[in-house]
């Protein structure tokens, strides 16, 4: 089965304080790609980074980070120096795990609900 | 660039009634678009992916003939939700590839669906 699983449904981080939101997922596939979203209360879906599973170097995009543990299936994202505007729902997920699926063929994990406190 | 509109962004329709859901491409092409919805709280659920000049390929579970797909240009997805009812109303979300493979989607701004 493809799954992609978050299992914290909420989390909350002091501002300028960091944390760590949790991912792991599950394919028998080799080319595909991981990434994380943001969805504020607008709801439009932000791309905030994304990580090719054939490099081995973790992705990076400013404030954002992951910790991309192949072996493992993990796919982590740090948030440093957390900001007001950060608050909203993170979705980790993947492309291409689906065997025959195109890599546009996303698949979502449930969501993380971040709240940041000033 | 690589950006992706989607209209209406909100719409209340009676039950029984067709509601036509637009999604285009405004400065690249795809011949590939995904349609998701999104339940309150909860994550998207891919529907549907939208082929062009193709039919489209749906999900399992997912009726075709009620979430009827059309992508007749490389700019334009439509989806049309026939005979309305209450439990179709949800959050539709589309989304586009620029290019292929790893390329990432973009995602348009979603439509609220409201029916009465």
């Known amino acids: 089965a493809q799954t992609v699983t978050q299992s914290q449904p909420e989390m909350s981080v002091q501002e300028a304080e960091t944390v760590t939101l949790s991912c792991t997922y599950d394919?028998?596939?080799?080319?595909?790609?991981l990434f994380w979203y943001k969805q504020p209360p607008s709801r439009q879906m932000i791309l905030v980074i994304r990580?090719?599973?054939?490099?081995?170097q973790n992705a990076t995009e400013n404030r954002f980070s992951v910790n991309f543990q192949k072996a493992a299936k993990s796919f982590s994202l740090k948030i440093s120096d957390s900001q007001l505007g950060d608050a909203a729902m993170y979705f980790c997920g993947g492309g291409g795990l689906n065997y025959g699926g195109s890599q546009g063929n996303l698949i979502f994990g449930k969501g993380t609900k971040l709240s940041v406190k000033p | 660039g690589a950006v992706v509109s989607q209209h209406p962004s909100w719409v209340i329709c009676k039950s029984g009634t067709s509601v036509k859901i637009e999604c285009r491409s405004l400065?690249?092409?795809?011949?590939?678009m995904f349609w998701y919805r999104q339940f309150p709280k909860q994550s998207l659920m891919l529907m549907a992916t939208?082929?062009?000049?193709?039919?489209?390929?749906?999900e399992q579970g997912v009726e075709k003939d009620k979430f009827l797909i059309n992508h007749a240009s490389l700019t334009l997805s439509t989806l049309t939700v026939t005979s309305a009812h209450p439990e179709d109303s949800s959050f539709y979300i589309c989304s586009a590839q620029p290019g292929q493979g790893h390329s990432p989607l973009h995602f348009g701004n979603g439509t609220r669906l409201t029916v009465t």
């Open positions: 394919t028998s596939e080799s080319d595909y790609y």
């Open positions: 990580q090719e599973a054939y490099k081995q």
């Open positions: 939208s082929n062009e000049g193709s039919k489209a390929t749906y």
């Open positions: 400065d690249f092409q795809a011949t590939t």
